[in-house]
Every structure is written in structure tokens, then in C-alpha cells.
């Protein structure tokens, strides 16, 4: 993907976001988010055609190697080629950011930040910056549902992988709720939460139906998850 201008933001774990346009005064010419590429390890299968690949035959299922951003940048007239390479350097050469966001959307990416090249012709000066990231990108910030009727089913999207789903029953009955879904290999599992307890549970990737049943003491039940796609 190739992106012409984005609002691009670095997040550390605390402390104030970093922005290419309004902290450092750059203008973003092009950004090249590299597609997360499935890691294999093929073994000739001697005496016959082909080879196996073990991640396959492990059955590890697909995982994923580390993908490439890069921002290729551009000073404005009034910036001083030297210290803006001081200034992006200072602020962002080698940290490991919480959140890296190539612009305003809701998702962010997790990785280590490098300052890559200085260059300068007649027209333009120019920093390049790449980022390591881990193959996924995550919504900002989860999604929550509370569920207070009896019996209810309610979709669950976790995007390209199974994750976690926080499950709170805030009731203070004598009655627990039971919910049902699929785990990440697709299997229907029920877990009951007793009230005031909380569950976690891996459901599967994609959008999976969770079923809740309350018992007969009024209360709510609480979902929380966040979506991670490639």
C-alpha cells in the first residue's frame, strides 16, 4: 500500500505522541506498509518430488514474520536541514513505540522506529524512517458490550486472529450467567461466570456468535475484545 499524505503519529507506552507534520514540521511524501509474509520452513522430502513445509506439518497454522513501514519525508523551505535530522533522530531513531499510526484511523501497529537516510538535491531535502512492526494491526481501543436479557447472542469480532474476551458479570445475584462460543480452533466451549467474576476466554478469529444465559437474579453481563487484522 502506498499512501501520499497521512497524519502519522508515534506513540510511546507514557508521555506525549510524536507527529511527522505537527512535531516535527515534515511532510509525508509516501509511506510503504510491507504485506506480512507467512513464515515457512520447507524440508526436501528425499526420494520424492516436492518438499513438506514443517510449519504445516507441526500444525502451528499460519504465523506471520515482522513487517517494514517506511516514510519517506520532506522539510518544508523554512527548516534547517541540519538540525531537523538532529530533531527526528532525537525523537524517534531506535524507540520501540506502544503505537505507530500511519494516520487518523482507529488502528495502530507496534513496533521499533529507525532513522534510515539523509538526502538533498537542488529541489527537495529528504529523511527516510522505517519502522519494524509485529505483522498485525490492532484497533485502538477495544470494543465492549453489556448484555442484560436473559438469553442473548451477540457477534464478536476479533479480525484475522482468535484473541481474548474479557468477560465481566457484574450482577450481584445468587445466579452466575453461562456463555457459550468457539475457541481458536473452532470447538463450542461453555464457561460460567459467577456474579462479580470475571473470565477470560480465546474465541475464535473472525466474527463468532457468543451466547449468554443469565440465571434468574437481575444483572448484566459485560463483553470486552479488540480487533486485530493483517
Known amino acids: 500500500m502506498t499512501y501520499t499524505y497521512q497524519h502519522t503519529s508515534f506513540e510511546p507506552a507514557s508521555g506525549p505522541a510524536i507527529y511527522l507534520d505537527t512535531t516535527l514540521g515534515l511532510l509525508t511524501q509516501r509511506i510503504e506498509i510491507e504485506p506480512a509474509k507467512a513464515k515457512t520452513e520447507y524440508l526436501d522430502l528425499p526420494g520424492a518430488d516436492g518438499s513438506v513445509d514443517m510449519t504445516e506439518a507441526l500444525g502451528l497454522g499460519v504465523l506471520y514474520h515482522d513487517r517494514t513501514i517506511v516514510w519517506t519525508l520532506a522539510l518544508r523551505p523554512d527548516q534547517d536541514w541540519y538540525t531537523t535530522m538532529s530533531a527526528v533522530s532525537d525523537a524517534l531513531n531506535g524507540l520501540r513505540f506502544a503505537r505507530i499510526k500511519v494516520d487518523a484511523s482507529t488502528y495502530y501497529y507496534t513496533g521499533r522506529v529507525t532513522v534510515t537516510s539523509h538526502a538533498s538535491d537542488n529541489l527537495l531535502h529528504q529523511i527516510v524512517i522505517a519502522a519494524r512492526v509485529a505483522p498485525f494491526r490492532r484497533r485502538d481501543s477495544g470494543t465492549s458490550r453489556t448484555i442484560t ?3 442473548t447472542s451477540i457477534p464478536v469480532g ?10 465481566t ?8 450467567f453461562t456463555v457459550s462460543y468457539k475457541d481458536g480452533s473452532g470447538a463450542t466451549k461453555t464457561v460460567s461466570v459467577a456474579p462479580g467474576a470475571s473470565v477470560t476466554v480465546t ?6 456468535t457468543l451466547t449468554v ?18
Open 158 to 167: 476479533l479480525g484475522s486472529r482468535p484473541g481474548p474476551v474479557l468477560i
Open 213 to 230: 444465559q443469565s440465571g434468574t437474579s437481575a444483572g448484566s453481563v459485560q463483553l470486552n475484545w479488540q480487533e486485530v487484522h493483517l
Open 169 to 176: 458479570n457484574t450482577g450481584t445475584g445468587a445466579n452466575g
Open 149 to 151: 436479557a436473559a438469553t
Open 203 to 208: 474465541v475464535q478469529a473472525g466474527v463468532s
